[in-house]
Structures are given as C-alpha cells and as structure tokens.
C-alpha cells in the first residue's frame, strides 16, 4: 500500500511525520501548481468548489507516482467538504482511476470507529504507537505553523529582499527529503535559526492586516496566489484566523471532550452571527472583530467561489468594518482568477492603509498642539 493525501499548506509536513513514524509507505504529492489545477478542473464538475479541484489533481499527480491509496480528513458539518470522500472517489473511478479512499473524520466521540481507520491505514493495532505518533506529528504541525508565523513577522522587515523567501522555500523542498520526526524536527529548528538571523530594517514602515476565510483557502499558498509573500514584500505583516495545528487541536483533541479554544472567537461573533452556518463562517467574523479590537490597520477575507459559509460571513463583513472602523477587502478565487488584477487590488488596498495611517498621525500631532 502507497497512501497520497491532499495539500493544504503546511499540513504535508504533519501528515508525513505521522504515517512515517507508524511505517507507512507514503507518496507526497507534488507542490500545487498551474497543471494540478488544470488536472482537477478537467475531472471535476464546473460547479464545485476550487479546493476539490485542486486536491483532485493533488490525487491524480500522486497516482501517477504510484500511489494507491488517498488518505483524508473528513468534516460533519453544514458544508460540500463532508462530501468530498464520496465526490472524489467517485470522480476518479469515472475518471479512470480506482484506488481505495480512508476517511479520517474528526471523532466527535467516537474514536472507535477513528481507530479503526487508523488501524486500516497503518496496519497495526497497538494504540500507543498511533497516539505516540499523532502527538509527534501534531508537535511537528505546531512547529511548522510557528516558522510560518516568523515568515509573516520577518519578510516585511528584512533588509534584502527574499531573505526570508531563500530560507523558507529551501525548507519545503528539503523536507520531502528527510525522514520521520527527529530529522523534521530538526530541520524545522534549523530553518528558524535562520530566518531568524535575517537583517531587519528598523526604519522600515510595517501595517497589520488580519487575513479571515474558508480555512483551505487561506492556508493553500497556490490557492490564495501565494498572498502571503505578496502582502510581506508590500510591507506588510499578517495574521490568519485559521492555522493547520489549531484545526487539529480544536477537533481531533478539545471537541471531543467538549471543550473549545474558540470560544472567545464565537463570542466575538455573537453580537453578527450567534450559531454555527457550515465552514468557518462564524470563526472569519469572530476573529475579523479581535484582529479590529487587536488594532489592526485592515482585514482581507479570502474564500473560494460558491463557497456559501462565506457568502454568508461576506454579507455581514461590512458592518463589522463600520461599527470598528477598519478597513476590509473580500477577494474571491476560483480557476479563472488572474494574478495581474489580484495583485492590482492588493496594492490599492495597502496604498489605501498606508494613507489612513498618515492621516490618523497628523491628526494625532495636530491635536497634541
């Protein structure tokens, strides 16, 4: 058996931890591009949301490597993606391809019937081994989150342009070709020293922008056309509202034993939107209102076309921005989105904050005077 899994940020570096640790023969799908697009849109229904298409391409570029088996998360709630087992295995028969598909839900309770699928895909019962190897691969996920963290601090400071960029994409390359935790680990600790070590401009004028939406969206590189870098080489700092590790924790260790990081993020939303709609509706205005009461200069929500949690959040966005008064820009991907127009509204955006700055300055002078 030959297992293969979707991309989704820094998710691999966890997913190949932990099936390698439990001696699992993995196959690692090649980084999201323009062609694993292309494949995907090809086998997928027009309609459906961008991330199925993308991981469908992910699975096709891995198949043709030799894997034979797809391993992925599953979700229980109001939204396509709890489909998408279903959808995808049955678009791959149609396409050609018949390969077997576990299904790792979030437990809600149930580990039994999570173990037994663990069972299946690592070929072992023994209980320990398997929680040893969640807690390494969820360490290693947080660590990786926390490097990506330092990105987002150092790239709007650094003093020569694509420091930051050299160290953090040599990381994701050499990573494919180390083994197991230890060697991730260190490999993490050692990428992180230095990026560290990266030149800061002290002059160097940085803005906070808050990013929120559908968490593959965000967390995708490819997907949100890499906004990351772009935002940083504009100067400008940024936060996300969702994060690989916070999802695992949140789901695969808190809600099952009904207890919540995010209940301050849900009572943030509460006075918008009181209930749970599907996707990460209520998470995108919970945390667009702290990143406002956190002082940020603006808020980006990302999300793919269709996605209708979004649309829902997209409605009331605007009216948080009034009652804060801050700044928000929605972009909408899909297929089609061109990267020229994306970039175009970004720097509209930042030139926009970066004036609001001055001007609350001067305002703030003038009236010390």
């Not at 439990?22 to 086998?43: A, E, F, W």
């Not at 299946?120 to 490097?147: F, M, S």
């Not at 197991?180 to 230095?194: N, P």
């Not at 808050?210 to 997907?223: A, D, K, S």
Request: proline share 5%; net charge neutral; aromatic share 10%.
């Amino acid at each position: 058996m030959k297992v293969t899994f979707p991309h989704m940020g820094n998710q691999y570096v966890g997913t190949k931890v932990l099936l390698e640790e439990l001696g699992v023969d993995i196959i690692i799908p090649p980084k999201c591009s323009k062609d694993t697009l292309n494949t995907g849109v090809k086998y997928s229904p027009e309609s459906i949301c961008l991330p199925l298409k993308v991981n469908i391409g992910n699975y096709i570029e891995s198949i043709n490597m030799g894997a034979d088996t797809i391993a992925i998360t599953g979700s229980c709630g109001p939204c396509r993606f709890g489909y998408y087992s279903v959808l995808q295995k049955e678009l791959l028969k149609e396409a050609g391809y018949d390969i077997d598909v576990i299904l790792l839900d979030p437990p809600q309770g149930d580990y039994k019937l999570f173990f037994e699928r663990i069972f299946k895909l690592t070929g072992t019962k023994n209980p320990y081994r398997i929680i040893k190897a969640l807690k390494k691969a969820y360490n290693v996920l947080k660590a990786v989150d926390d490097l990506e963290d330092m990105t987002y601090y150092k790239r709007p400071r650094e003093k020569v342009k694509g420091s930051v960029d050299k160290y953090y994409d040599t990381f994701h390359k050499d990573v494919r070709m180390v083994y197991g935790y230890k060697a991730v680990s260190k490999l993490i600790q050692e990428t992180k020293e230095r990026i560290l070590s990266v030149e800061e401009d002290p002059n160097r004028d940085v803005i906070k922008i808050g990013i929120v939406g559908e968490i593959y969206t965000i967390i995708e590189p490819f997907v949100s056309l890499d906004i990351e870098k772009k935002l940083g080489n504009l100067g400008v700092e940024i936060d996300k509202s969702l994060k690989v590790s916070r999802w695992l924790n949140e789901h695969l260790f808190m809600h099952p034993l009904g207890l919540s990081t995010e209940k301050e993020t849900w009572e943030s939303a509460e006075p918008y939107l009181k209930t749970m709609v599907g996707g990460h509706a209520r998470e995108t205005i919970g945390y667009a209102v702290r990143f406002a009461k956190s002082n940020f200069d603006g808020i980006i929500q990302v999300y793919p076309l269709g996605c209708m949690p979004e649309i829902v959040a997209q409605s009331i966005l605007p009216t948080v921005e009034k009652d804060y008064n801050i700044p928000y820009l929605c972009l909408i991907v899909d297929e089609m989105t061109g990267e020229a127009g994306y970039m175009t509204r970004l720097e509209a955006f930042v030139d926009l904050l970066r004036r609001r700055k001055e001007t609350f300055k001067g305002e703030k002078l003038l009236s010390g005077y």
